[in-house]
């Protein structure tokens, strides 16, 4: 699948996949911020995308972000939509205990391309009963 990448900028790199089983690839920041401990900062990639209908970008975290200093995606995951065509921008929140420096070039998300279905809704009066109906969260257990 080939996927139209726009960069805002000529410094900008193109997105690539680290490793041959990588199914995430991923997004660097296009400023220098620093994110104080408990607030969130809007950063921007220097990318837009141009995706086939049916298909979505989701904005996930880096794990070695979140494990080590608790920066992650905030609306986790975000969703591109596939007739957005503004930059792709990373809601980032820092849980750590210190503030996170970040800059141009640093790898602050990953993201993967989803093919979606299109759901037609139907109005009814009644849904089939299961097992499970309507109990939830942590009905099941821990």
Same mark, same amino acid.
């Given at each position: 699948? =080939? &996927?139209?990448?726009?960069?805002? +900028? ?10 041959? %089983?990588? !199914? ?5 920041? =296009?400023?220098?911020?620093? /994110?104080?401990? @408990?607030?969130? *900062?809007?950063?921007? $990639?220097?990318? +837009? ?7 979505? /970008?989701? #904005? ?9 200093? +608790? /920066? $992650? #995606?905030?609306?986790?995951? @975000? ?11 990373? &809601? ?9 420096? &970040? +800059?141009? @070039?640093?790898?602050?998300? =990953? *993201?993967? /391309?989803?093919? !979606?279905?299109? *759901? &037609? ?8 009963? $299961? ?6 969260? %942590?009905? $099941? @257990?821990?």
């Amino acid at each position: 699948m =080939q &996927i139209k990448v726009k960069r805002l +900028s000529e410094k900008v790199k193109l997105p690539k996949y680290q490793t041959a %089983g990588s !199914v995430g690839f991923d997004l660097e920041a =296009q400023s220098n911020i620093e /994110i104080e401990v @408990g607030k969130t *900062a809007l950063i921007p $990639t220097g990318l +837009s995308f141009e995706l086939q209908d049916n298909y979505e /970008i989701q #904005v996930r975290p880096r794990s070695g972000l979140a494990l080590k200093h +608790s /920066i $992650t #995606v905030l609306n986790s995951p @975000g969703t591109i939509d596939s007739d957005y065509r503004g930059e792709l921008k990373v &809601i980032l929140i820092n849980h750590g205990v210190e503030p996170f420096k &970040i +800059s141009i @070039g640093d790898r602050i998300a =990953q *993201a993967v /391309i989803n093919k !979606v279905e299109i *759901a &037609i809704f139907q109005d009814v009066k009644t849904i089939s009963d $299961t097992n499970r109906d309507s109990k939830g969260f %942590g009905s $099941t @257990g821990k």
